[in-house]
């Protein structure tokens, strides 16, 4: 595991520093940091940079591969793969965290294991979680569609990553049209070629996303480094 080298590898491309900060989950929230064992680190600005904050309770080896991870989307980041916003509105969020999911994972799974020998196991046990759970988080969404195509795109993210858990993502599909569809169409536009398309291109496909579900009027904002 080279992640000392992946740390340099970002500062040096992104011209900022990046600093981690291991907290437990009760000073993360003194510190007004959303950390959990479902959701184990997050990257937040800084001035001059990055922080990444990590749940200091998971194991020292997990610990390493999510900050990795945390790493890895800095990295695309800097090369110029955007991410997409729209407003602080919990299902919002919820959707383009899960379009931000499926639009690096690939890249960034594949990337950390051939260029510095990092697996994302942690990563993915975590993301497995949806196959137990999946049809109480579908009744859960209700008819929210917000929530219903972020769970698409989870599958979707899911499906791509991981082996041999096909049929069960298949079953979760059948639970909802709206499922299918954000499924299908992040298939279709999501999944890049390549992580670096020129911008426009990016954002054309991520607004088609959105139109082709039915979003009209949504504030898309891309952000890049
Ligand atoms: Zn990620």
Known sequence: MD?????DDVSELLEEQVETLALSAEEGI???????????????AIPGGWRIVI?????????????????????????????VKLTEDWSEKYLTSQINSVIAHHFL???????Y???STYHLELQKNILATGEELIKDAG????????????LLDLIINTDGEEDRIRELLTCS?????????????????????????????????????????????????
């Not at 799974?109 to 260029?115: A, D, F, M, T, W």
């Open 109 to 115: 799974i594949e990337r950390l294991l051939s260029e």
């Open 3 to 7: 992640i000392t080298r992946l740390k």
């Open 143 to 154: 008819d929210e569609p917000l929530i219903l195509h972020g769970i698409g795109l989870r």
């Open 30 to 44: 003194m510190a007004g940091y959303s950390i959990s064992y479902e959701s184990p680190a997050l990257t937040v």
């Open 177 to 225: 049209e709206q499922i299918v569809k954000a499924f299908e169409l992040g298939e279709e536009l999501l999944v890049y070629p390549i992580h670096q398309l020129p911008a426009e291109d990016q954002y054309r496909r991520i607004k088609d996303f959105f139109q082709r579900l039915g979003y009209k009027n949504l504030p898309i904002r891309l952000s890049g480094r």
């Open 55 to 83: 749940l200091n309770t998971i194991n020292p080896g997990e610990q390493l591969e999510i900050v990795a991870h945390e790493l890895g989307h800095l990295l695309l980041k800097a090369e110029g793969l955007y991410d």
């Open 117 to 119: 020998a990092i697996p």
